[in-house]
């Protein structure tokens, strides 16, 4: 039980909870487009031939790349 109380709480404190990927990435593109995207985070799915799906399957395989896209987020929303 104390675990789960743990876990709740973690979730209450975190700002991306309930947030999904594909609305981080359409938000992200609507307010950078995907050059200025490419030239912030120098990933290949933002630079040659971007789309959304293909990001997202990047992404979802990439930790690293993932919590860059989700720092910008939170950057650029606030």
Not at 3 to 15: A, Y
Not at 39 to 61: A, E, G, T, W
């Amino acid at each position: 039980m104390e675990e789960n109380n743990k876990i709740m709480q973690e979730q209450v404190n975190n700002p991306l909870h309930g947030v999904k990927l594909l609305d981080i990435l359409e938000y992200l593109h609507a307010v950078y487009g995907w050059k200025e995207l490419g030239d912030r985070i120098q990933i290949r799915c933002f630079q040659s031939n971007p789309s959304i799906k293909s990001s997202l399957k990047f992404l979802r395989k990439t930790p690293w790349a993932r919590e860059q896209v989700e720092q910008l987020y939170l950057e650029t929303y606030k």
